[in-house]
């Protein structure tokens, strides 16, 4: 059974930093592109950014460009959110995903429909104070 597993979330104030962990059990991450998911209260669901599988090139929205970035622990078969310079519209719940599809993260975008995904984790939920 494939299994995705945030954990990392937590209440950090304005200008703060949080790193987020996304765990795979039952798959090899590095084979998998990873994207980023975020759902603030009464909004959808957007993405945040994205790891692709292989050489790993990374890519962010421009709102959280340049404050965010992904890595991966292939040891551990762990992709990170590492998430600086936070801000209260980063507050949300935050949700990793992984694509065997390499195509969906690329250096210019990734795609954002769920469906595009094979696997979700439960999720973790950032508080950003102000």
């Known amino acids: 059974e494939v299994q995705l597993v945030e954990s990392g979330g937590g209440l950090v104030q304005t200008g703060g930093s949080l790193t987020l962990s996304c765990a795979a059990s039952?798959?090899?991450?590095?084979?998998?592109?990873v994207g980023w998911f975020r759902q603030a209260p009464g909004k959808e669901r957007e993405g945040v950014g994205c790891?692709?599988?292989?050489?790993?090139?990374?890519f962010f929205v421009r709102s959280v460009k340049g404050r965010f970035t992904i890595s991966r622990d292939s040891a551990k078969n762990t992709v990170y959110l590492q998430m600086n310079a936070l801000e209260p519209d980063d507050t949300a719940v935050y949700y990793c995903?992984?694509?065997?599809?390499?195509?969906?993260?690329?250096?210019?975008?990734?795609?954002?429909?769920?469906?595009?995904?094979?696997?979700w984790g439960q999720g973790t939920q950032v508080t950003v104070s102000s």
């Open positions: 995903a992984a694509t065997g599809v390499t195509d969906y993260c690329t250096y210019y975008g990734m795609t954002v429909k769920e469906s595009d995904y094979d696997y």
């Open positions: 039952g798959l090899i991450f590095d084979d998998y592109a």
């Open positions: 790891i692709s599988s292989g050489h790993g090139t990374t």
